[in-house]
């Protein structure tokens, strides 16, 4: 580190060469981002594969209605909702479910359902008697659309909150990011079929896939990204004598880049993974910004980028 204080140009020539390399994937990025195909939907993994064929009838619906005080949590489990609970016991498959059956002792117990359209957990009060095999059906791996956006490319095809995707291109997917694989491999302006199940249906959609775009999330993402790009920048180059204007400099390039490239992978924040954690991500780094800014401008009263003999040299 010490042979950059006598050699300051030597820092500034490996400071642009990585400077230049770091531009080029953060712009290869860019570019593969806002020009990947999307169906315009977020869709993500179920916490169940036990999907209600027929409804389920509670043994005590009028008190949990009134504890509710709810009309359409007090209805019974119907068809359509995933079986997430059972006793207590979180089951996903059917051999869960007769796990959980056989050990149960008590004539009536609680189970817990995930109503699709609502994207709301409800709890009911049922017996073996009402919970049979023939009421429940295992979908296997799903992608369970939790979002669509209003007027674009799902929505136009007749998909809406709580579908299940169960095949695309009549292929088959293990979870969720694999339905997002499969999505990338589409041509935009061309239409992909999805099959989907709601309330116990087998619907066949064809989606015209879109070019993604530029949403204000990610932009506000890339700009903080490169402000602190700039902010390294002027550093490493201004003042690479100093052993901490250097580390401070590389330190703003690797969080530039970061914060512009992270995004860029769809599964991290679009639609797969999880909506709240690209909101996270975004706001987070939106505060970023400016704290940096006010550390930046704070430290001028408490730091010195000077030294005393490059002082002594300019007079």
Same mark, same amino acid.
């Given at each position: 580190?010490?042979? @950059?204080?006598?050699?300051?140009?030597?820092?500034?020539?490996?400071?642009?060469?990585?400077?230049?390399?770091?531009?080029?994937?953060?712009?290869?990025?860019?570019?593969?981002?806002?020009? $990947?195909?999307? !169906?315009?939907?977020?869709?993500?993994?179920?916490?169940?594969?036990?999907?209600?064929?027929?409804?389920?009838?509670?043994?005590?619906?009028?008190?949990?209605?009134?504890?509710?005080? !709810?009309?359409?949590?007090?209805?019974? #489990?119907?068809?359509?909702?995933?079986? +997430?609970?059972?006793?207590?016991?979180?089951?996903?498959?059917?051999?869960?479910?007769?796990?959980?059956?056989?050990?149960?002792?008590?004539?009536?117990? *609680?189970?817990? +359902?995930?109503?699709?359209?609502?994207?709301?957990?409800?709890?009911?009060?049922?017996?073996?008697?009402? +919970?049979?095999?023939?009421?429940?059906? !295992?979908?296997? #791996?799903?992608? $369970?659309? %939790?979002?669509?956006?209003?007027?674009?490319?799902?929505?136009?095809?007749?998909?809406?909150?709580?579908?299940?995707?169960?095949?695309?291109? =009549?292929?088959?997917?293990?979870?969720?990011?694999?339905?997002?694989?499969?999505?990338?491999?589409?041509?935009?302006?061309?239409?992909?079929?999805?099959?989907?199940?709601?309330?116990?249906?087998?619907?066949? /959609?064809? +989606?015209?896939?879109?070019?993604?775009?530029? *949403?204000?999330?990610? /932009?506000?993402?890339?700009?903080? =990204?490169?402000?602190?790009?700039?902010?390294?920048?002027?550093?490493?180059?201004?003042?690479?004598?100093?052993?901490?204007?250097?580390?401070?400099?590389?330190? @703003?390039?690797?969080?530039?880049?970061?914060?512009? $490239?992270?995004?860029?992978?769809?599964?991290?924040?679009? =639609?797969?993974?999880?909506?709240?954690?690209?909101?996270?991500?975004?706001?987070?780094?939106?505060?970023?910004? #400016?704290? %940096?800014?006010?550390? /930046?401008?704070?430290?001028?009263?408490?730091?010195? @980028?000077?030294? *005393?003999? /490059?002082?002594?040299?300019?007079?």
């Amino acid at each position: 580190m010490t042979y @950059f204080n006598q050699h300051p140009n030597s820092f500034r020539i490996l400071f642009g060469i990585l400077l230049a390399y770091v531009s080029a994937i953060v712009g290869i990025s860019f570019y593969r981002f806002v020009s $990947m195909p999307t !169906d315009e939907n977020l869709f993500a993994n179920p916490p169940s594969n036990l999907y209600l064929t027929k409804a389920i009838p509670g043994s005590d619906r009028a008190k949990q209605a009134e504890q509710l005080q !709810d009309p359409i949590q007090a209805e019974f #489990p119907r068809v359509g909702d995933l079986l +997430v609970e059972v006793n207590g016991k979180r089951v996903s498959m059917l051999h869960d479910l007769e796990f959980e059956l056989n050990r149960i002792e008590q004539a009536a117990f *609680p189970i817990k +359902v995930l109503r699709l359209t609502t994207q709301k957990y409800l709890t009911y009060q049922t017996s073996k008697e009402a +919970v049979q095999a023939e009421a429940v059906r !295992d979908l296997g #791996p799903t992608a $369970m659309v %939790t979002s669509v956006t209003e007027g674009g490319a799902s929505d136009r095809a007749g998909m809406k909150v709580g579908d299940l995707i169960i095949r695309i291109n =009549g292929k088959r997917f293990e979870n969720a990011l694999d339905a997002d694989r499969i999505l990338k491999q589409g041509q935009i302006g061309k239409a992909l079929a999805y099959e989907v199940v709601r309330e116990n249906n087998v619907l066949t /959609l064809h +989606v015209t896939i879109a070019a993604f775009g530029v *949403p204000i999330s990610f /932009l506000v993402l890339t700009l903080c =990204g490169l402000s602190y790009l700039g902010l390294g920048t002027f550093l490493g180059l201004k003042r690479p004598r100093l052993i901490a204007a250097r580390l401070i400099a590389l330190s @703003f390039l690797a969080s530039g880049a970061f914060m512009t $490239m992270i995004i860029s992978n769809r599964g991290s924040q679009v =639609g797969t993974i999880s909506q709240k954690s690209g909101r996270s991500l975004s706001v987070g780094n939106g505060f970023g910004c #400016p704290r %940096t800014a006010f550390f /930046l401008y704070g430290s001028r009263s408490r730091y010195s @980028f000077a030294m *005393p003999g /490059l002082s002594a040299e300019r007079s």
